[in-house]
């Protein structure tokens, strides 16, 4: 009776492929970063609870991570529209200083393999509910301006509005825009005796320096921490640090 094979077929061998990639972007990610980045700031760079803030990049992190998926077949082109989307809020709709000639080709690729730049738009920026726009109105009354005219602020009481507006609008952006402002900040009451703050700057004040006196990080023009006390114990304490910060550039 001849000898019974008793060898089996190999199993496939499963390379986890979605690991490998997310483990070479997590790294990516923190090579990137500003040299302020610890364990305990992780939860803050993946801007948890609707943080607005973001970290030091040379160049948009998400093209580069990304950018080999205009290679993908096109049964895989929807991808493209998601891959667009990360890109264009990464870069705050290509107005940020992180954006490079570099983006704008990648974003470029990515309209050629499906991407509708129109339609990323519409649903980021023109689906607003009629009862948000009402309350966006309460929040932009708080705003406030120095008399030099070169600090900006709003300060949000915990309960003025939905956490879900708050979330979604960028705010900091508002003050920030007023002409003349080289400094912008948003406080944000989150629970009693605790203040998230984010500033954001113009190019001639480098905000992540008065972040980081309060624990806090980020880069040059966008920055942001945390601060214990009431809204207007934390407001006056860091515009006080912000007025120093212009001083000293001025000086």
């Given at each position: 009776?001849?000898?019974?094979?008793?060898?089996?077929?190999?199993?496939?061998?499963?390379?986890?492929?979605?690991?490998?990639?997310g483990?070479?972007?997590?790294?990516?990610?923190c090579?990137?970063l500003?040299?302020?980045?610890?364990?305990?700031s992780?939860?803050?760079?993946?801007?948890?609870?609707?943080?607005?803030?973001?970290?030091?990049?040379?160049q948009?992190?998400?093209?580069?991570?990304?950018?080999?998926?205009?290679?993908?077949?096109?049964?895989?082109?929807?991808?493209?529209?998601?891959?667009?989307?990360?890109?264009?809020?990464?870069?705050?709709?290509?107005?940020?200083s992180?954006?490079?000639?570099?983006?704008?080709r990648?974003a470029?690729?990515l309209?050629?393999?499906?991407?509708d730049?129109?339609?990323?738009s519409?649903?980021l920026?023109?689906?607003?509910?009629?009862?948000?726009?009402?309350?966006?109105?309460?929040?932009?009354?708080?705003?406030?301006?120095?008399?030099?005219?070169?600090?900006?602020?709003?300060?949000?009481?915990?309960?003025?509005?939905?956490?879900?507006?708050?979330?979604?609008?960028?705010?900091?952006?508002?003050?920030?825009?007023?002409?003349?402002?080289?400094?912008?900040?948003?406080?944000?009451?989150?629970?009693?005796?605790?203040?998230?703050?984010?500033?954001?700057?113009?190019?001639?004040v480098?905000?992540?320096?008065?972040?980081?006196?309060?624990?806090g990080?980020?880069?040059?023009?966008?920055?942001?921490?945390?601060?214990?006390?009431?809204?207007?114990?934390?407001?006056?304490?860091?515009?006080?640090?912000?007025?120093?910060?212009?001083?000293?550039?001025?000086?």
């Open positions: 009776m001849p000898p019974t094979d008793q060898t089996h077929p190999a199993s496939p061998r499963v390379i986890p492929f979605p690991w490998i990639i483990s070479g972007a997590l790294i990516l990610y090579a990137t500003n040299n302020w980045v610890s364990l305990s992780i939860g803050a760079i993946a801007r948890v609870s609707g943080w607005t803030w973001q970290p030091e990049l040379r948009p992190l998400t093209c580069i991570l990304l950018y080999p998926f205009r290679f993908l077949p096109t049964a895989w082109l929807p991808f493209a529209l998601n891959l667009f989307t990360a890109v264009h809020t990464d870069t705050g709709s290509f107005r940020y992180n954006t490079t000639p570099r983006t704008f990648i470029a690729e309209t050629a393999a499906g991407a730049p129109a339609l990323v519409d649903r920026y023109q689906q607003r509910g009629r009862a948000s726009l009402v309350q966006l109105g309460t929040v932009l009354r708080r705003v406030e301006v120095s008399d030099d005219g070169q600090v900006a602020w709003l300060s949000v009481p915990r309960d003025l509005v939905p956490r879900e507006l708050i979330e979604s609008e960028d705010l900091v952006s508002y003050p920030r825009s007023i002409a003349g402002v080289k400094v912008a900040v948003l406080l944000r009451e989150e629970a009693p005796g605790t203040v998230k703050a984010s500033l954001r700057a113009k190019g001639e480098a905000v992540n320096k008065i972040a980081h006196r309060f624990g990080g980020g880069h040059e023009n966008a920055a942001g921490c945390t601060l214990s006390g009431t809204l207007e114990e934390a407001a006056a304490t860091l515009l006080q640090a912000v007025r120093e910060a212009l001083g000293s550039a001025r000086s």
